[in-house]
């Protein structure tokens, strides 16, 4: 059994993405109080999707949503308003319903979509403009659960796993034929919060790797490292 990991089981995914959302109003809110600011870094692909609706519909009024700077934790290397942009699923299911300013919200990709080694240095910099050239501390690091054990666009044996400098890097993936933009294992690790949504059957058999303990692929490797917390619903959770 993962000693880091501290699982949340719901029945259903509904009350997943709720118990979540209170989750995660939970720690920015904190983060607002002792900082002044929260930085949260979002997960992209289907699964949190609801929960940003979520987000934006029943905790509208429950945080002050314009001192939260949104980051992303990976993003496909496609344009901005591309249908598969983790960016512009967050923009239409959370930003704009919550009128969260332009300049508190920070993709991956640049409006011209440059060279995608030139969007990761600029992210890095970013990154590091608010940390004085250190590894950025993120209150919350919001992330996914691939069947294959991957979490933000680390995939098992891609060269974004062995990154212990760069803090955002091009991390080339044989089974997608491409490449994405992710950060890295320290930025994860450095979080002071680090949160996996995981909804669905087909998570189930990676779920219990992460449960018994493994350590060999990308999202067994955090949870061995630092604490984890993990909301899942029946479906992936299975027997307790």
């Not at 109080?33 to 992209?44: E, K, N, Q, T, W």
């Not at 940003?52 to 314009?66: K, N, P, S």
């Not at 054990?149 to 796993?161: N, R």
């Not at 991390?171 to 949160?195: M, Q, S, W, Y």
Request: aromatic share 10%.
């Amino acid at each position: 059994m993962s000693a880091n990991a501290e699982f949340h089981p719901s029945d259903h995914p509904e009350a997943t993405f709720a118990a979540c959302a209170d989750w995660v109003v939970d720690r920015l809110a904190a983060a607002i109080r002792a900082r002044g600011v929260a930085r949260i870094a979002l997960a992209g692909g289907s699964t949190p999707r609801r929960l940003y609706q979520m987000l934006a519909d029943r905790y509208r009024g429950a945080l002050e949503w314009q001192r939260v700077e949104f980051y992303f934790g990976d993003e496909r290397n496609v344009p901005l308003d591309h249908p598969d942009s983790n960016f512009r699923m967050a923009r239409l299911a959370l930003f704009e319903p919550l009128r969260i300013q332009p300049h508190r919200t920070f993709p991956m990709i640049s409006d011209q979509q440059r060279d995608p080694e030139r969007d990761a240095e600029a992210y890095e910099d970013i990154l590091r403009s608010w940390t004085a050239g250190r590894v950025p501390r993120f209150d919350v690091v919001l992330l996914g659960l691939g069947s294959d054990g991957h979490f933000a666009s680390l995939f098992p044996d891609t060269p974004a796993l062995e990154e212990r400098k760069r803090l955002a890097v091009v991390n080339p993936i044989p089974k997608l034929h491409g490449h994405r933009l992710t950060l890295t294992f320290p930025v994860f690790e450095a979080a002071r919060d680090a949160v996996f949504l995981v909804t669905g059957a087909d998570k189930q058999a990676a779920l219990a790797r992460v449960r018994e303990g493994q350590t060999q692929l990308p999202a067994e490797i955090l949870a061995s490292k630092r604490p984890t917390r993990w909301f899942v619903d029946k479906g992936a959770f299975g027997s307790p």
